[in-house]
DNA sequence: CATTAGCACTCGACCTTCAAGAGTGCTAAC
DNA sequence: GTTAGCACTCTTGAAGGTCGAGTGCTAATG
């Protein structure tokens, strides 16, 4: 459908507007040295290419600059992803293997290298809760009525929520319940809980436990909710660094989307594997509409544990980021299998 | 020192320059209801104030704005602070004592309360947890070379660490350890434990724990490590709402200012009791010299916990502010000490 | 003698005009 | 098919002009 010179020259005009932010010319373009042909030829091609809808003006007689479409075809079709790979997977590798052993950090590391190597800014959602198994769940009374509920899994995540005890149930009767959820539920997914709560706990309890039913919905209150979900971002304010963002109102709704953690969670939140690109009107949120997502999963034993984003304007250095989020995915993958092997 | 006239010129042109973002004319002044004097009369006084220090101008025949020599006098003898207290008050400790009992959920609601009620940024420091006191420790093994250690405070406060094992030591030996802290450090104040760990813990475990020495450091680094100090923040963006905040590089000041959590941290930690407004200058940190910071201290049983603050362009509404933090610094050190009866 | 009216003056905000420069589209020549 | 040439378009920035808000000063006033 596109000859080779109009390849050529697309992807020119792309590389030159992602490293400058400037429209491009078509004497600029006539001028680099892989383009032997005049100014009025590109002009030419140029043309065709904006009326396939490749490229746009800003005005009437301005250089072009690449439409989303454009975006979209030169990620799909003119990136050659794997080329400087070496360098930059020696970076990430060193680090995460650095005698970094606690789960949460490697997460928050790899966030905030990431959003240092891009410029961009970094959100990794999970690890999600839910993939990981229970360890242990411990109840401590810090007083007559109040006691806290601890629940680690395996991956040596915490989570841990304060509660009132009735004044009819003893502690004694909190106890024995720990120790029958610690006898039953140990090695049971977070996500299988609830379920496995009601089917065989509940009857076993009823059992043992005095004033069953009032202490039962304490409990489920205690172990049983939604853990939020936990986002790591890193480099909110690098964004702020690209001129597309010398528009105080993009900064206005830009930073009020990044307050909404639940939504851009909601954003990420993916089932494909891989690395998927969602560029300005591709998204489904508003506010990010000018902007591009790229994101990619990472895994940790067989389910699919979360996702990895990057998030810049649409002139976005693509061919750099994909490479890097492939590399870095893959690395947070071994590195968490390790982890996962360790602590399994 | 000043005249009666000019105490009065001078809080009307504060007023109105904090309502509208505008220099204030001398008309304008003189149409107010309060004020019977006409516009030359009060472009004399002007004048004085200016020469005094009180106000500035932007340009040659610009209306005055209030210099930050002005706001000062403005905070210490114009205002009078418990005027609409009645009201918010309600609001709050309505907000307050709605049946909430985890002590971070009524620091983040009290966040966002006040953000919300004043379309500044709050930030919340603390609860410090140096002056509460030790309830548990408690170490799981999660396989045969990891554990997270978790220690819990009487405030129900929960902090955890992953670390790796040795492996000459037998996880025995560390439950062993385990006991014999629950035993001894049981309502020491986080503060002290490292020292009553060094003077008391480590002879009586030496004569119990074989192969101490190496034990010992791995116990330290899990329980003893500095517990990072935990910022509420409410509202970043409400800032950007402000007129003054219409400049791209004052945004990306700001931000890059908000994202270093520890600066803000050391910039809250206070010593006084009671209120404290810091107006532009008189700040310690660079990036927040054109804003004004307001601080205030709430308490938990003796020790100070925390402080809570908001962060605004110059041109804040002191008034409603003050009074506002006076309330809520109040409502949350009863809220909390209601919540200290039932767990201290 | 403090207060006020009057007036010349200043400055920012906004608009228009103008020239320069970058870039295009089209036509005609190679 | 490719390219040189040229008229045309549009942005950008500088220069100039007007308007209105507001000041400082002077002289008149109660």
Same mark, same amino acid.
């Given at each position: 459908?596109?000859?080779?010179?109009?390849?050529?020259?697309? %992807?020119?005009?792309?590389?030159?507007?992602?490293?400058?932010?400037?429209?491009?010319?078509?004497?600029?373009?006539?001028?680099?040295?892989?383009?032997?042909?005049?100014?009025?030829?590109?002009?030419?091609? $140029?043309?065709?290419?904006?009326?396939?809808?490749?490229?746009?003006?800003?005005?009437?007689?301005?250089?072009? +600059? *690449?439409?989303?479409?454009?975006?979209?075809?030169?990620?799909?079709?003119?990136?050659?992803?794997?080329?400087?790979? %070496?360098?930059?997977?020696?970076?990430?590798?060193?680090?995460? %293997?650095?005698?970094?052993?606690?789960?949460?950090? +490697?997460?928050?590391?790899? /966030?905030? $290298?990431?959003?240092?190597?891009?410029?961009?800014?970094?959100?990794?959602?999970?690890?999600?809760?839910?993939?990981?198994?229970?360890?242990?769940? %411990?109840?401590?009374? #810090? !007083?007559?009525?109040? /006691?806290?509920?601890?629940?680690?899994?395996?991956?040596?995540?915490?989570?841990?929520? =304060?509660? !009132?005890?009735?004044?009819?149930?003893?502690?004694?009767?909190?106890?024995?319940?720990?120790?029958?959820?610690?006898?039953?539920?140990?090695?049971?997914? +977070?996500?299988?809980?609830?379920?496995?709560?009601?089917?065989?706990? /509940?009857?076993?309890?009823?059992?043992?436990?005095?004033?069953?039913?009032? !202490?039962?919905?304490?409990?489920?209150?205690?172990?049983?909710?939604?853990? *939020?979900?936990?986002?790591?971002?890193?480099?909110?304010?690098?964004?702020?660094?690209?001129?597309?963002?010398?528009?105080?109102?993009?900064?206005?709704?830009?930073? =009020?989307?990044?307050?909404?953690?639940?939504?851009?969670?909601?954003?990420?939140?993916?089932?494909?594997?891989?690395?998927?690109?969602?560029?300005?009107?591709?998204?489904?949120?508003?506010?990010?509409?000018?902007?591009? #997502?790229?994101? /990619?999963?990472?895994?940790?034993?067989?389910?699919?544990?979360?996702?990895?984003?990057?998030?810049?304007?649409?002139?976005?250095?693509?061919?750099?980021? +994909?490479?890097?989020?492939?590399?870095?995915?893959?690395?947070?993958?071994?590195?968490?299998?390790?982890?996962?092997?360790?602590?399994?």
């Amino acid at each position: 459908m596109l000859t080779e010179r109009q390849l050529l020259i697309l %992807q020119v005009i792309i590389d030159d507007f992602i490293e400058t932010a400037h429209p491009v010319g078509s004497r600029a373009i006539s001028k680099k040295d892989n383009i032997p042909f005049s100014a009025a030829t590109i002009r030419n091609e $140029m043309a065709d290419l904006e009326e396939m809808g490749f490229l746009e003006k800003t005005h009437t007689s301005s250089g072009r +600059i *690449p439409s989303e479409k454009g975006y979209r075809y030169y990620v799909d079709h003119l990136i050659s992803p794997f080329s400087n790979q %070496q360098r930059k997977g020696n970076v990430i590798k060193h680090v995460l %293997q650095d005698g970094v052993f606690e789960f949460e950090q +490697i997460v928050q590391m790899s /966030a905030e $290298m990431l959003s240092e190597l891009t410029n961009y800014t970094s959100i990794i959602l999970g690890p999600e809760i839910y993939e990981t198994k229970l360890k242990q769940v %411990q109840i401590i009374t #810090l !007083s007559s009525n109040t /006691a806290v509920a601890i629940l680690v899994t395996n991956t040596g995540h915490v989570e841990h929520r =304060s509660f !009132s005890i009735p004044k009819k149930i003893k502690a004694s009767e909190f106890e024995k319940m720990v120790n029958i959820m610690n006898d039953r539920l140990h090695g049971v997914p +977070i996500v299988k809980l609830p379920e496995k709560f009601n089917s065989e706990i /509940a009857s076993i309890m009823r059992k043992y436990i005095e004033d069953f039913d009032t !202490s039962y919905n304490y409990l489920k209150a205690a172990f049983l909710a939604d853990y *939020p979900v936990k986002l790591y971002i890193g480099g909110k304010s690098n964004i702020l660094m690209q001129p597309e963002f010398n528009d105080v109102d993009k900064i206005r709704s830009f930073y =009020s989307m990044m307050e909404n953690e639940e939504e851009i969670a909601n954003l990420l939140k993916q089932n494909h594997d891989g690395i998927e690109v969602f560029i300005g009107q591709e998204n489904k949120v508003d506010a990010i509409k000018d902007l591009s #997502l790229i994101t /990619a999963s990472y895994h940790l034993g067989e389910g699919q544990l979360g996702t990895i984003a990057l998030l810049g304007p649409t002139r976005m250095e693509y061919r750099k980021v +994909i490479t890097l989020l492939n590399i870095l995915s893959n690395e947070m993958t071994e590195a968490l299998y390790m982890w996962y092997k360790n602590n399994g």
